[in-house]
Each structure stands twice: as structure tokens, then as C-alpha cells.
């Protein structure tokens, strides 16, 4: 029990408030992270992937094929090993994402579109849960959707 308090203890606990003269919107700051994410992505980089997420993030992957849907999840680790692992170049980029601040919670959502090795893959919605941490604004969570069928790149969408 003593463990469990101390884990949540130290992915709950907020950084300081800023001075009253500091300008920070937290929002921009969230959405600095979700590119950040994608930027490690496209480097192949395990460790930038992880900096993102606290140390136990996760993330779910929801794919519909021939009517059915399936759900995976994964820890953070083993997303940032997949993707470090894989092979071609990864570009994902989402589209006209929004952010909902709720004092330290950012929920981050939009759709994306992924490449590889500048081939349109798929495209989908991405959902990202992200807290303010000591070190910063953290991915605790995400959800994305794997899209194949009847989506369109991210440069036939209308603005």
C-alpha cells in the first residue's frame, strides 16, 4: 500500500504555480509535447519517445477490419521499442487539433494522417491525456483509431 501511495504520489504531484507575470498556456505547452512525441517518432528515437509519457503511460489502438473492432494496448516502453525497432521513416502529423485545459489535465485530440517513408499508411483520431508533472506536462495517456478505408491525407482536407 505504502508503494501505491508513493507511485501515485509521484505522477500526481503538480509543479509550482507560475508567478502571476509569467505567461503559460497550457494548452500550447500540451500540444509542444503531442509534436515533440511525433518529432521522437520520425528520429526513431526510444528515448525522446519515452520523455514524453510519465514512466507508466499507456496507450490503446482501436482498428476496425471486415466489421470488426480490435483493441490493443500497450505500455509506453513498448510503444517506444516498436517504434525505434520499425522500419522506414514515421510521419505523423495531426490536423487542427484542439485542447481542453481543465487545470492541470490537457486532453488533446485531432486527426492525424501517418507516412511511412512518405507513403500515405492511414489515418485515424488521436487522443492524448496529458498532467502537469514536475518535470512538465506528460502523456499519461492515449487512444488513437487505425483508419484505412475511406479516409483521406491530411492535404485533401478542407481547411
Known amino acids: 500500500m505504502k508503494n ?3 507511485t501515485l504520489f509521484s505522477v ?3 509543479q509550482q504555480s507560475p508567478s502571476p507575470n509569467e505567461k503559460v498556456d497550457p494548452a500550447k505547452e500540451a500540444l509542444a509535447v503531442v509534436t515533440q512525441l511525433f518529432e521522437a517518432m520520425q528520429a526513431r528515437d526510444a528515448d525522446g519517445i519515452r520523455a514524453t ?3 507508466d503511460g499507456q496507450l490503446a489502438i482501436a482498428q476496425k477490419r471486415n466489421g470488426q473492432t480490435t483493441v490493443r494496448t500497450m505500455t509506453a516502453e513498448a510503444f517506444a521499442k516498436s517504434i525505434s525497432e520499425g522500419e522506414g521513416v514515421y510521419r505523423e502529423r495531426m490536423y487542427k487539433p484542439e485542447a481542453l485545459v481543465t487545470g ?3 486532453t488533446v485530440r485531432g486527426r492525424y494522417s501517418f507516412y511511412v517513408d512518405d507513403r500515405f499508411s ?3 483520431l488521436n487522443s492524448f491525456h496529458l498532467m502537469r508533472t514536475r518535470q512538465g ?3 499519461v495517456n492515449a487512444a488513437s483509431t487505425l ?3 475511406g479516409c483521406e491525407p491530411e492535404s485533401k482536407v478542407k481547411n
Open 4 to 6: 501505491l501511495l508513493s
Open 104 to 106: 492541470d489535465l490537457v
Open 12 to 14: 500526481f504531484t503538480v
Open 53 to 55: 509519457f510519465v514512466s
Open 147 to 149: 483508419e484505412f478505408d
Open 137 to 139: 506536462w506528460k502523456i
Open 122 to 124: 492511414h489515418c485515424g
